[in-house]
């Protein structure tokens, strides 16, 4: 699938890891948003979370990435958290100020990597290195976070809507990148309205209809 | 490089491109030539009166550098990241904060003995003024850093950033234009005030990132 990658994955993880949540619930504003969400993911596994507007979604992928406290139930990690995890939320902290050039480099710096000289290209965004951030697409600016996944290898990745703005190519390219990484043993939690083609299993969040 | 050094660089990077050193350096100057059109041209007052305003105009100049500080790391998600990085958001935020220092506020604190000039101080007492500043500068950046992590959620938190920060300024302010009244006087001895305002610039130092990073989680909570 990947092949056509050439930021290759050199990286495989331990195949014991796994993310167990039980009973979690959510609370935004004195509301409840979700209650009793249990799920176990192991690795090469990847689980959708799926459900209408306010289920509570994002607010289910921040708590996991830690950014949003539990408010009841709890997580059993076989990884730590901050070190194993990317999480891609809807704000992508680009920077409008940066050209995607310089972008990249700050972004290999955070990551402590060498610059990769294919990695724009395989993100499709060879052609714009010069232009700054603040210029580019809705699509554009979610190839370029994907960067963060590839320039870093962390076992759990966090993605929401990880399809909104992006084309045909782009929602491939997403959907090669995942495939790799589960097969490398990688897990993935990805909230989206739309079926994924790499997801394994379902979580349906808030009132059926 | 490390990744303090990283985050700070970035940020000297992000706050020089948004041109706002510019726009603080002319507030101060134009501050500093409007005083003497409100006090009269009576140039024994100016220089009386020069420590003190020196140190008002730094403080409010350096309070409009701290509008939107963290406000658009809030909005644009930048805030996430900082917490996910593999250094504490505390020490995140003191390698923003120091590269706003750096980029920001230098140039407000370079420039006031240029502008102590035209209310009339005496070029040769300009140095320990600066020293002065350069004491109690911190401590200033600091405290305001937490009125903007407190009003980081409010859509136009300027104001509310200058009402948190101010009433946190006056010992900075007091010890800081008394420092600078001993520096322009001969007779008066200026190092315990130097050595006040380097120890509430310290304590800030020390305090103060605990406060804004508490400021910001909670304001995401």
Known sequence: MAETLKFAFDHAYARDMGLQADGLACRRGGRLIFKD??????????????????SGKSSLLRQLAGLLPVADGMFIHVLSPLRDMH???????????????????????????EVPQALLTDLGLAASDWQYVGDLSAGQKRRLTL??????????????EPLTA?????????????????????????????ALAFATQELRLGADA | MSLFAT?????????????????????????????????????????????????VVLAISLLTTLDRLFQADFEDGTLDRL????????????????GHFLVL????????PLAGLLLNIEAARLPLLLVAMLCGAPALVLLGGIGAALAVSVRRGGLLTVLIAMPFYVPVLIFGAAASQAALSSGTAIRPYLGILAALSAAALLLAPFAIAAALRAAQD
């Open chain 2, 7 to 55: 985050l700070c660089a970035a940020h000297m990077r992000l706050a020089w491109r948004g041109g706002q050193t510019i726009l603080a350096l002319s507030f101060l100057f134009i501050a500093v030539t409007l005083l003497p059109f409100g006090l009269g041209p009576e140039l024994k007052l100016l220089r009386a009166l020069a420590p003190g305003l020196l140190w």
């Open chain 2, 105 to 112: 506020v230098m140039p407000l604190i370079l420039s006031v």
């Open chain 1, 37 to 54: 969400i249990s799920f176990t993911l192991h690795a090469g596994q990847a689980l959708r979370l799926a459900g209408v507007n306010g």
């Open chain 1, 166 to 194: 992006l084309d045909a190519s782009g929602r491939k390219l997403v959907e090669d990148l995942a495939e790799a990484h589960l097969a490398r043993g990688g897990m993935i939690i990805a909230a989206s309205h739309e």
């Open chain 1, 87 to 113: 999480y891609l939320g809807h704000d992508d902290g680009l920077k409008a100020a940066l050209s995607v050039a310089e972008t990249l480099v700050y972004e290999c710096a955070l990551a402590r990597k």
């Open chain 2, 83 to 98: 917490r996910l990085l593999p250094l504490s958001l505390e020490a995140a935020l003191l390698a923003k904060l120091c």
């Open chain 1, 147 to 160: 960067a963060r996944l590839l320039l870093d290898p962390r076992p759990l990745w966090l993605l929401d």
